[in-house]
């Protein structure tokens, strides 16, 4: 079994930059497909982004294509999450997911991982 713990959430205004690291114990992860979801108040869990397990070509939500970088260090069973320009509209939680059998033709699909982290808040003020 996988434990995931987000760090590196905040207060940030508009236009700032914030990096956030999920680590995860309990066993390797380095086979696994890693995310990055969010949900904001009233709204449903959206994805943001996704690496697989080799590190291949990740996938972005087309919100945050070209702002946020998602990076896995696989030696240290840590995956991040570089967030830059932000916006208010990036205000969510955001989690961290990860599937051990999640194909790069279905990062998007939370059903589809198997185990998440507890969240971390990330708030961007106009």
């Known amino acids: 079994q996988v434990q995931l713990t987000e760090s590196g959430g905040g207060l940030v205004q508009a236009g700032g930059s914030l990096r956030l690291s999920c680590a995860a114990s309990g066993r390797t992860f380095s086979g696994d497909t890693m995310a990055w979801f969010r949900q904001a108040p009233g709204k449903e869990r959206e994805f943001v982004a996704a690496i697989t397990w080799n590190g291949g070509t990740p996938t972005y939500t087309d919100s945050v294509k070209g702002r946020f970088t998602i990076s896995r260090d696989n030696a240290k069973n840590t995956v991040y999450l570089q967030m830059n320009t932000l916006k208010p509209e990036d205000t969510a939680v955001y989690y961290c997911?990860?599937?051990?059998?999640?194909?790069?033709?279905?990062?998007?699909?939370?059903?589809?991982?198997?185990?998440w982290g507890q969240g971390t808040q990330v708030t961007v003020s106009s």
């Open positions: 997911a990860g599937g051990t059998t999640v194909s790069a033709y279905n990062v998007r699909l939370p059903h589809l991982y198997n185990y």
